[in-house]
């Protein structure tokens, strides 16, 4: 069984959706909680970076942990078809810096 | 600023050759960190270095790789000698240090590796 898991779509929304994107994970030493986007042949590039749980919000993205469900999600609000890309979840434990990442998620939004 | 920098971008080696990858973390970044994905799989950790020193090798898939971080600036990774299933696409990563907890951590572009 895999540490993450996520379900890797697509997904796809027409613009303007609000759109939900979730990982779960088994291992409850994970204490922070990342969420990357990727474009096709670029990098990770980190969205959103959460330590424990509660909710972080910046612009249209809000990300939320839920440690008790070991539940992680990612909204975005006012979907753009510039967000269309592949996002991955990932965390990390106090101590060891090594992420374990989901498989990620492929989103496509409609124009 | 720049980003984290990999070089080459894409590398085609036939099996049993060596190839050797590149990163360049961001200016005052003392961790860097290698990641791999292979076809169809999510991104795994191969290993982290602080500054110069491997902190962290438990994602090291065997001894055929060998990474290095000359001065705890650049770091290589190289693989001696190359196999089929070591096709995929290598990751860099950089975070500056942190007391106690963790900081984010910020990837480069990647390096396509194709064995034939």
Known sequence: QKEVEQDPGPLSVPEGAIVSLNCTYSNSAFQYFM?????????????????????????????????SSKYISLFIR?????????????????????????????????? | EAGVTQFPSHSVIEKGQTVTLRCDPISGHDNLYWYRRVMGKEIKFLLHFVKESKQDESGMPNNRFLAERTGGTYST????????EDSGVYFCASSQGGRGGNTEAFFGQGTRLTVV
């Not at chain 1, 986007?37 to 990300?63: C, H, I």
């Not at chain 1, 967000?83 to 965390?91: I, K, V």
């Open chain 2, 77 to 84: 990774l190289k693989v001696q000698p190359a196999e089929l």
């Open chain 1, 78 to 111: 006012d979907s753009q078809p510039s967000d269309s890309a592949t996002y991955l979840c990932a965390m990390s434990r106090t101590g060891r810096r090594a992420l374990t990442f989901g498989s990620g998620t492929r989103l496509q939004v409609q124009p």
């Open chain 1, 35 to 67: 969420w990357y986007r990727q474009y096709s042949r670029k990098g990770p590039e980190l969205l959103m970076y959460t330590y424990s749980s509660g909710n972080k919000e910046d612009g249209r993205f809000t990300a939320q942990v839920d440690k």
